[in-house]
């Protein structure tokens, strides 16, 4: 598995990736907004010259926060995942900031395991966050860094 920044020439398959994978998620488009913005970075994961993955983040004053994550569905519970999750934290300690923040639709379980794996805590209930998705309670999740 190689994680790299991406490349204009990676959106088109992380926009496909997105789509199959998520409720919400960025056209190609957006995705070029993304790309040119010195505030958010998208980075891809590759598994033998594939694009398999991807995840992009906002670069906040204090934090980064996970806008779109997906692995492709043929190479979940592989551990790839947790990798991506690995590799940002290492990011956030060596810029020096304190936390990694996201949003998640509440009632997706199989995150919330995923996630309290990785050792993110809820922060916060966001009610009826996701106004597209049929008015859906949401939560903010947080993973600190210790070492701050
Ligand atoms: C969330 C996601 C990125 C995780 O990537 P992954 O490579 O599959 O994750 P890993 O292999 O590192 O971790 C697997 C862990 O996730 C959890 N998990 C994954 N699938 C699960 C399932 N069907 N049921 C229960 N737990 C599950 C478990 O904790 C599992 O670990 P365990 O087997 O030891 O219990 C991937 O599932 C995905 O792309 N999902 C769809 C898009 C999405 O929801 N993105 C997140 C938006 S915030």
Not at 7 to 18: K, M, Q, V
Not at 27 to 46: G, K, Q, R, T
Not at 94 to 102: A, G, M, R, V
């Amino acid at each position: 598995m190689l994680i790299k920044k991406a490349s204009l020439e990676d959106l088109n398959d992380i926009e496909i990736i997105g789509k199959n994978s998520l409720a919400i998620n960025y056209n190609l488009y957006n995705l070029e907004l993304f790309f040119y913005d010195f505030y958010h970075n998208i980075l891809s994961v590759f598994n033998n010259n594939i694009i398999i993955g991807f995840i992009i983040y906002e670069i906040k004053l204090n934090s980064y926060h996970i806008k779109s994550f997906a692995i492709d569905l043929p190479y979940r519970n592989k551990g790839y995942g947790g990798e991506i999750l690995y590799y940002l934290k290492n990011l956030l300690i060596k810029d020096n900031l304190k936390f990694i923040s996201l949003f998640m639709q509440s009632k997706n379980n199989i995150l919330k395991k995923f996630y309290k794996k990785n050792k993110f805590i809820k922060y916060c209930i966001m009610e009826k966050y996701y106004t597209s998705l049929d008015y859906d309670d949401g939560e903010e999740l947080r993973w600190y860094n210790e070492k701050d």
